[in-house]
């Protein structure tokens, strides 16, 4: 009897074993995947290894993890019925299950997944090795497993999406390993591709530039009243942009007593580039061209506004102000539970990303004024309210036809993320 009892209880042991590597491998993540497999010990990358073949490490362990359950079960109904008879063969049954279950797959599973990396590390040359014993049973099973899951299934596999880094990025940053600015900075990041320069130019309507006719003399006070180191120049009309006039030039200009040159005969030749540009392509034409502003032309050729290497890198770092540049505050401001004033001119991905709604608008609209404007579906007025999905919006602030800002009302269940 004594020996039947030891071979049940090593039995077990085998049991608790493959039950506890198999999900020890089976809740690596990719990132764990990823550090044993760029580890210098030979056992984290074999485990590594492993972890990339599910099909035969799966197979190799449920093989194992049977066999063990079968014997065990096989060698209790022999022992029970040499001592009590078939009378008890149920009762016996019901004692391993539950013996089981506790010690042999509950109790392993729970420790694999705290423990998941160095149980895998333990245990990858044992299943390794077990793997090349029982060798032809695996490509059996494989095989006939195979052929029928081809029966239901496309063989669709799934692929890491945008949306799963950022799941990882928000894990991280709930665990301390990444701060909350790293995390708004990789959103930005992979959203940088997407976004287009008319919805971050400065439109025609608040373009300032100078007459190409213009003295030197005459356009210098202007300028250093702007405060800005370069000025579309135009040509007979302020939307046919001509040249762009850089500060540096104008007081070379200055210095070497040419204040009667006229700004035509030092201005640079502008750059032109569609509304519908990339940003991401904006930034690297800005640094092959080595130049820090470009004129943005519409659909029709007209004027739309002007973008320059600031409006680029805000994108990633958010608004930038120099010395003597006034801030214009926040764009989403909190004046209650539930109530926030927004700046018409806020960009509808950072309203989205702020409050993780999702806006209904067509690809046309790139700001929260837009979007207002576009449900409102005619000239809107100061004081009017439209509510959608995401929540209320009512104009409060207005300049002629357009939208300043507006105070935003969330439902119940929107949760901004600050």
Not at 4 to 28: C, D, P, Q, R
Not at 325 to 348: N, V
Request: with cysteine; glycine share 6%.
């Amino acid at each position: 009897m004594m020996p039947h009892v030891l071979y049940i209880i090593l039995l077990i042991f085998l049991s608790a074993v493959f039950s506890g590597t198999e999900t020890a491998f089976t809740s690596l993540s990719f990132i764990q995947i990823k550090e044993l497999e760029s580890s210098q010990k030979r056992t984290h990358r074999t485990a590594a290894k492993l972890a990339k073949k599910p099909d035969r490490l799966l197979t190799t362990i449920l093989i194992g993890n049977n066999l063990v359950n079968i014997a065990a079960s096989a060698i209790t109904t022999a022992m029970v019925i040499s001592l009590f008879g078939n009378y008890a063969v149920g009762y016996a049954a019901g004692v391993l299950t539950l013996i089981i279950l506790i010690f042999a797959e509950i109790t392993p599973k729970q420790i694999a997944i705290i423990h998941n990396e160095r149980i895998c590390s333990a245990m990858a040359c044992p299943v390794l090795w077990l793997s090349y014993l029982i060798f032809p049973l695996i490509f059996t099973v494989n095989t006939v497993s195979t052929g029928i899951t081809r029966l239901f299934s496309r063989g669709e596999k799934r692929r890491l999406s945008l949306q799963g880094i950022m799941h990882v990025v928000h894990l991280a940053e709930h665990q301390g390993v990444v701060e909350d600015y790293e995390t708004d900075l990789v959103r930005r990041v992979f959203r940088f591709d997407n976004i287009e320069v008319k919805s971050i130019m400065t439109h025609r309507t608040e373009v300032f530039s100078v007459d190409e006719q213009a003295s030197v003399s005459s356009v210098l006070p202007e300028m250093v009243s702007w405060g800005r180191s370069r000025i579309p120049v135009y040509s007979r009309h302020p939307e046919q942009i001509s040249g762009v006039l850089l500060m540096r030039d104008l007081l070379k200009a200055v210095i070497e007593h040419q204040q009667d040159l006229r700004v035509k005969d030092i201005m640079q030749e502008p750059l032109f580039v569609s509304e519908n540009k990339k940003v991401h392509e904006m930034l690297f034409l800005f640094k092959s061209q080595r130049l820090h502003m470009a004129v943005v032309l519409d659909e029709y050729g007209g004027l739309a506004g002007v973008v320059t290497l600031e409006d680029v890198m805000e994108v990633l770092f958010g608004e930038l102000y120099d010395e003597h540049e006034e801030s214009d505050g926040e764009r989403i401001i909190r004046t209650a539970k539930g109530t926030y004033i927004i700046q018409a001119d806020t960009p509808i991905q950072h309203f989205q990303d702020f409050f993780h709604v999702v806006l209904d608008h067509s690809r046309h609209v790139t700001t929260i004024g837009g979007y207002v404007t576009e449900v409102i579906g005619q000239i809107p007025t100061s004081g009017q309210s439209t509510s959608t999905e995401a929540g209320t919006f009512t104009i409060s602030s207005m300049t002629g036809n357009r939208i300043e800002s507006v105070i935003y009302t969330t439902y119940p269940k929107t949760s901004p993320s600050a």
